[in-house]
């Protein structure tokens, strides 16, 4: 049975029109991430005036990423995951997250070279992978850790050097 309504004509124009929808769709993902952005930030801006201070500013500001190169991180996210989990079959988080500490020592030595900071951006993920952790999990946790370094006391920057926070004298007991 067939329709005559579907030449082929017509069905090339059907796949013009799905491929030019899909096309103009791939071009308003950026726009709306931006969008998305620029309203969570908006949001920030309003929550910090409310309170009566200003927002975080850096002088180091991170470039923000749009849609296209958060799809493009997803994607090699993914296939990173896939290879490992190939590579590397079911392990736990602790053999990524020692061989971490090694890229860093790496990445401290040259901290100009980006291989090194791959290496790192990927042993991270796969230890995430790997301990069942889920971005919004993980996101959680990092808003609390900053709220908790905030409230810390610093010693005064030493380039090349670790901070650690200035402990709390322990208290004494008076008899």
């Known amino acids: 049975m067939s329709n005559n309504n579907l030449t082929n004509e017509r069905l090339s124009a059907l796949i013009r029109v ?31 005036m409310l309170q009566g201070s200003e927002p975080v500013t850096t002088t180091n500001k991170l470039p923000e990423e749009t849609g296209s190169s958060l799809q493009l991180r ?3 996210r993914q296939r990173h995951a896939e290879w490992s989990q190939a590579t590397f ?17 790496e990445a401290a030595e040259e ?10 951006q990927f042993l991270l993920w796969d230890a995430q992978r790997r301990a069942g ?3 919004g999990e993980i996101t959680a946790a990092m808003e609390e850790k900053l709220k908790v370094n905030m409230a810390r006391q610093w010693p005064e920057p030493k380039d090349g050097e670790p901070r650690l926070h200035i402990k709390a004298a322990p208290q ?3 008899k």
């Open 18 to 48: 799905a491929r030019d929808s899909l096309e103009l769709y791939e071009m308003e993902l950026p726009v709306i991430d931006d969008v998305m952005l620029a309203l969570a930030e908006l949001q920030q801006r309003r929550a910090a």
């Open 74 to 76: 997803n994607l090699i």
């Open 133 to 135: 952790i889920s971005d």
């Open 111 to 120: 901290p100009d070279d980006l291989s090194e900071w791959a290496d790192m």
């Open 172 to 174: 004494q007991e008076v």
């Open 89 to 105: 079959g079911d392990v736990g988080p602790v053999g990524p997250l020692k061989h971490l500490s090694k890229e860093a020592l």
